[in-house]
Antibody
Framework: EVQLVESGGGLVQPGRSLKLSCAASGFTYSNYVMAWVRQAPTKGLEWVASISTGGGNTYYRDSVKGRFTISRDNAKNTLYLQIDSLRSEDTATYYC??????????WGQGVMVTVSS | DIQMTQSPPSLSASLGETVSIECRASEDIYSNLAWYQQKSGKSPQLLIYYASSLQDGVPSRFSGSGSGTQYSLKISGMQPEDEGVYYCLQGSKYPLTFGSGTKLEIK
C-alpha cells in the first residue's frame, strides 16, 4: 500500500525558515518523480515544485523560486521541501504527491504551515 | 503558463442525475489532463488521467473525455458520496496548473 506521510509543519514567523519532510513507502520511491502541492485555506490546489527520480532536475512555480528548495534522499525514501523567507501567502496545507506522468496518483494527508507573527 | 478555466464554479445535482464539469486550457495540452475529487478536510483523490483513463478503484460512473484544449468530466448518476470539490490538472508542461475547482453538492 502506497503511503506518503508529511511532517515538519507548524506556526512560523514571517522571514523564518521551515523544512518539510515526506516519508514514502509501499512503492519503489527512487523510480518516481515526486512533487509538492499546496492549498491555502479555503482556496484551490497549487503545484509548488517537482523533482526528478535522481534529484538532478528540479522545477518550481515562479512565486517560490529562490525561496523553496525541493530535494530527496532515495536511500531514506524521503522527500523534502526547504522553505526560506516565509511570507504570509505561504500559509497553506502542503501535500507530498507521487507523480505518475505529470499527474499525481497518490497524495499524503498534508501538513499545515502557518506564517504569522 | 497554461491557464485552466474550469466551469461551473458550483453545481447542485439530484440523486441519479448526470453531471458534467468542463475544463478549457489556454493552449493544446495533448490529453495530458487529470481529474481529482477532494472531500472536505481530505487529500485529493485521482479519478481520471490522460483525459479518459479511469484510475483503479474509481467507480465506472465517472468518465472523462476531450482533446486539444477542451475536456470534461461526467458523473453518470450522482451519488451522495460524490459530493466534494473537483479539480482538473494539466500535465502538458511545467508549471503544472490546476483548474479553480467545481463544488458539487447533492440537491
Amino acid at each position: 500500500e502506497v503511503q506518503l506521510v508529511e511532517s515538519g509543519g507548524g506556526l512560523v514567523q514571517p522571514g523564518r525558515s521551515l523544512k518539510l519532510s515526506c516519508a514514502a513507502s509501499g512503492f519503489t520511491y527512487s523510480n518516481y518523480v515526486m512533487a509538492w502541492v499546496r492549498q491555502a485555506p479555503t482556496k484551490g490546489l497549487e503545484w509548488v515544485a517537482s523533482i526528478s527520480t535522481g534529484g538532478g532536475n528540479t522545477y518550481y512555480r515562479d512565486s517560490v523560486k529562490g525561496r523553496f528548495t525541493i530535494s530527496r534522499d532515495n536511500a531514506k525514501n524521503t522527500l523534502y521541501l526547504q522553505i526560506d523567507s516565509l511570507r504570509s501567502e505561504d500559509t497553506a496545507t502542503y501535500y507530498c504527491a507521487k507523480d505518475r506522468g505529470l499527474f499525481f496518483d497518490y497524495w499524503g494527508q498534508g501538513v499545515m504551515v502557518t506564517v504569522s507573527s | 503558463d497554461i491557464q485552466m478555466t474550469q466551469s461551473p464554479p458550483s453545481l447542485s445535482a439530484s440523486l441519479g442525475e448526470t453531471v458534467s464539469i468542463e475544463c478549457r486550457a489556454s493552449e493544446d495540452i495533448y490529453s495530458n489532463l487529470a481529474w481529482y475529487q477532494q472531500k472536505s478536510g481530505k487529500s485529493p483523490q485521482l479519478l481520471i488521467y490522460y483525459a479518459s483513463s479511469l484510475q483503479d478503484g474509481v467507480p465506472s460512473r465517472f468518465s472523462g473525455s476531450g482533446s486539444g484544449t477542451q475536456y470534461s468530466l461526467k458523473i453518470s448518476g450522482m451519488q451522495p458520496e460524490d459530493e466534494g470539490v473537483y479539480y482538473c490538472l494539466q500535465g502538458s508542461k511545467y508549471p503544472l496548473t490546476f483548474g479553480s475547482g467545481t463544488k458539487l453538492e447533492i440537491k
